[in-house]
Structure formats: C-alpha cells, structure tokens
C-alpha cells in the first residue's frame, strides 16, 4: 500500500540573542577577561528527492507436452537456449538469468515446464529483449510484466542525497537570514537530523485495480521511492557583512 505524501515541513531562523549565550572560553594558559560572547543562528531545513528504480526482472515461462521424454525436454531446451543467446547478444549479464526447469509425467504424456529470470538494468534493452522473443516464440513464451525495483545501494544512496539536500538548504536559509541582518554566516556548531520519512509510488486508485493493465511507465512511477529529511542545525554569526564580497 502505497503511502500519502507528508506536509512540507516548516522552515524557520532563530537569530539568538547575545544576552542569553555562554561566553565563548578563553584558550587554556591564557589570563584576562573572557572574550565576546558567540552569536548563533538556529535554522530548520527540509528537503525531498525521489529516485526510480533501477532494476527491472522478467519471468518467461516455457512448457511442452510429448508422448517422448527427449522430445519434451528437446523442445523446451532450444527456446531456453534461444532466449539465453538474445539476452547475451544484447548486453545482459550471465549471472543475471536464472534457469528452474520441472518434468512431470501428466496421464500418459511427459511434460517439460522452464522458467526464465531476468535481471535488466538498462530498460530500453528490456524492452528489446522482450519485444524479439515475443516476435520470434509467439505464443509459446509467456512473458510476465517487468517488476521494477531499488537495489540497497539505490536506497541508500537516496538517504544520503535527501539528508545532504536538507543540510544545504538549512544553510542557504542561514546565510538569508544574517544577510537580511547585514552579518556573515560563519562554521556550523551543531547539524541534527530530526526526522527522515520514506514511502513508494502511486498511481490512480483506479488503476492499481487491475496491475495487469499499467503500462511500463505507470509500474516505473508506483514503484518510485521518495525520501524526505528535515535537520536543525547551528550556525556561528562572525560579524558584519563584507560589503565588498556583497557587491560582487
């Protein structure tokens, strides 16, 4: 079930006031009187990113039903071979295609059951695979819509751009902020990460009755992953704005 997507999260600045801050510590071995105190600017920040999947399996299945054993087999072998050679000639990876085969004896007849298991990472190439087989087996393939989906390191990679979105956006609104004031933003003092949320794609109730019946673009958008990220973060005030640097 696909979830709903979150309101935005708030975005708000916190100028600290100077009175109510600790005094910035004086270095060890060095007397006299403590220093100014620091000036700091507290920001909330959000962001949120989408990433389509990057992977896409395709189950063919074959069968035949012979009086002979060896005809049953035969017949199934050189459709699993033709398939094998298409997927190689066009880029796919031997260890993405697993082969399961099933014989049986059905009443008086032997019956070869295979299915086929492929991996695609480039989709166009799917397409194509998929596309020759139907033109050269006809019927006597059955291809399966293509189940689209994120590997782990697709997830992850998703977590890490959303996180590292979140924190640039909390700085642009820190440097706003002490722009609008005229100071300059100096090194952070503490970034947190409040909050993460993750949920899949959706398409149109309607549609999502019959699974069958999406177009590959439609799978594509319901099995998109959206990722959101809100930080707080601290930001030290170094003084008066470069007027200079301002201009340029």
Known sequence: ????????????????????????????????????????????????????????????????????????????????????????????????????????????????????????????????????????????????PPHFYHTPEAVDTLRRQVCVAAVGNTQRKAQEVCRLFGQSLGKPLLIREEETKEWGGHIDSHLSNFPDSLTPQQRIQNATAYASCRVFAVFEIKGKENRRNKLL
């Open 1 to 144: 079930m696909a979830l709903s997507v979150p309101p935005p999260a708030r975005v708000f600045a916190e100028l600290t006031p100077a009175r109510a801050l600790t005094p910035a510590p004086v270095p060890a071995g060095r007397g006299g009187p403590p220093g100014p105190p620091r000036r700091e600017v507290h920001v909330s920040g959000s962001a949120e990113l989408s990433a389509s999947p990057d992977r896409a399996r395709v189950s063919l299945r074959l069968s035949s039903r012979k009086d002979a054993a060896g005809a049953a087999r035969s017949s199934v072998a050189r459709r699993l071979e033709y398939i094998a050679q298409s997927a190689r000639q066009r880029g796919v990876p031997e260890e993405n295609m697993t082969v399961t085969e099933d014989f049986s004896r059905v009443e008086n007849t032997y019956q070869m059951e295979a299915e086929v298991c492929i991996i695609f990472s480039d989709f166009g190439k799917m397409q194509n695979v998929c596309n020759l087989l139907i033109e050269k087996l006809g019927t006597s393939v059955t291809i399966s």
